[in-house]
């Protein structure tokens, strides 16, 4: 076996300590398991994907569509003015 001094701040230490006890272990064997579990992983880490959850839109959801392109001689923005005009009195 092969010997290996760390640098840990004392806090990080005295955690791993305390899960090591916790654990029925010592210090030694948990870093070998975790340089074990790192080293035969993957070798590119891949970083974490956004949340992107595709959901299934319900039939009754997608039959409340009008039209399946808007149509091109609709100025949504005239339209908002047009409202707060009527709401507001500007």
């Known amino acids: 076996?092969?010997?290996l001094i760390l640098d840990i701040?004392?806090?990080?230490?005295?955690?791993a300590e305390l899960y090591?006890?916790?654990t029925h272990t010592n210090l030694s064997?948990?870093?070998?398991?975790y340089l074990k579990k790192v080293t035969t992983s993957t070798a590119v880490v891949e970083e974490p994907k956004a949340n992107t959850k595709t959901i299934?839109?319900?039939?009754?959801?997608?039959k409340l569509t009008l039209s399946k392109?808007?149509?091109?001689?609709?100025?949504c923005k005239a339209e908002y003015h047009k409202h707060l005009?009527?709401?507001y009195g500007l």
């Not at 701040?9 to 955690?15: A, C, G, T, Y």
């Not at 064997?29 to 398991?33: G, Q």
């Open 1 to 3: 076996m092969a010997k």
């Open 9 to 15: 701040e004392p806090d990080v230490l005295k955690q």
């Open 20 to 22: 090591a006890d916790e």
């Open 29 to 33: 064997k948990l870093i070998e398991r």
């Open 56 to 62: 299934e839109i319900a039939d009754w959801v997608k």
């Open 69 to 75: 392109t808007p149509t091109p001689d609709f100025d």
């Open 85 to 87: 005009d009527e709401k």
